[in-house]
């Protein structure tokens, strides 16, 4: 047995980056070949695919954050803040060099998730030793609910990515406590954050607990190391969000599509039918047409449409209990769960056989990862970097509603709790083990 710190600061072994490497080519071989024999003859991109990738070559057109519907539908230009910019922003990087097609957008997409596969190794590696490490990285590599979002134009891929990043810098912080690795974590949650606008739920799930549980060092010492990571955390998106001030009449700050958001998860069909829990794309419209607005593309729809949601949940608050389950039961798969995996089929891009294949994998993971943090818990390694990210999904999904794609910020944890529990199974059986580098 050896100490916490040893294991989170020894060099790797040999083997260990050896079998990093075979498990990352075996994760890329999973995603390039997703790509390549199924997702590129698929339809045309639609919906959020749609939007990043033409929004991309747009951009590295020298066009700006503009509309890609209305650009290549209408041919006029009208600013655009649908989604956080960090995802475009990367794609866009590669159309800046004459990779624009889809099918090279989704491969570079693809490199997000072979780069999560590594990184799942590291924190796997940090958190519990180098076979933990393996596991992780080859669970991550293989989870049909990680590679989805490897053959589809979303920024799902780069989320989990960050998430990853933000989970090994939090243990990295705890192993070896300074202002500077927790400013290191206050950075990537802002980077994350630009990616998706809910992750910005880390700093106060995490970010601000962890600082605050340094015991080392005085509570002064504790609190100013704390503002100080919000603070840069902060700066990372300040540049972004006076972009979006100066562009636009309404306030706009991370994004511009909050108010579709409400509506369409705050209406009838979502509350008392058939999508109860989910979000009925037909909702914000109806609300907008029912204003004076021109269309939907008008700067002033979003708040249109957040007025009509708010409106009904405030005249409906009696049944949101019954929708929260509903939502809480979508995003575990326990209610209507074929009915999901047809509506990401439908709305995802995601392929009906790795939709049914991630809805018939996702209880063994939930299951193998409650397992795993038991185990953390009993040997009394800090859990909250792992749990911190499952609280973001499960307050997204109550205060908004259940898209499996919001699952993908707990993807990544979810794999490496999974690790560690396969890990202590194994060390029960009797041909089974220790590994060397084990947690005491």
Known sequence: MVSTTRVALDQPSRRFLGGLVVIVLIGAAIRLGYVWFDR?????????????????????????????FE????????????HPPLYLVYLAGFSAIGIRSTTSHLVVSALLGVAAVAVAGLVGRRIAGE??????????????NIWRFDGALLSEGAVILLVLVIV?????????????????????????TLSRAELLLLVPLLLVPLGLLAREVSWRTRVAWVALAVVVCGGVLVPWVAYN???FDEPVYLSQNLGSTLAGSNCPTVYDGELLGYWDFNC?????????????????????ARRAGLTYLGD?????????AARLGRIVGVYRPTQQRDLDTLTEGVSSWVATAGMITLPFVLVGAAAGGVVLRRRGRLVLPLVAPIAVVLVTVVVFYAATRFRSTAEGPLCVLVAVGLDALWNRT????PSEDALS
Request: proline share 6%; glycine share 10%.
């Open 284 to 304: 914000p419209v109806r609300a907008i047409d029912a204003s004076d607005l021109p269309s939907s593309s008008d700067p002033r729809a979003d708040a249109v």
């Open 168 to 192: 090994w810098l939090s243990y990295r912080f705890w192993d070896h406590r300074s202002r500077g690795r927790l400013v290191a974590l206050g950075a990537a949650i802002g980077l994350a």
């Open 316 to 324: 409906h608050l009696d049944r949101l209990p019954v929708v929260v």
């Open 131 to 144: 076979r933990v490490g393996l596991i992780a990285a080859g669970l991550v590599a293989v989870y049909p």
């Open 245 to 247: 001030r100066s562009r």
């Open 71 to 82: 650009w290549v539908l209408r041919g006029r230009s009208l600013q655009s803040a649908d």
């Open 40 to 68: 590129r003859h698929a339809a045309e991109i639609f919906n959020d695919g749609f939007y990043y990738h033409y929004g991309a070559n747009l951009l590295a057109d020298g066009h700006g954050f503009v509309n890609p």
């Open 430 to 433: 009797p041909w089974g083990r």
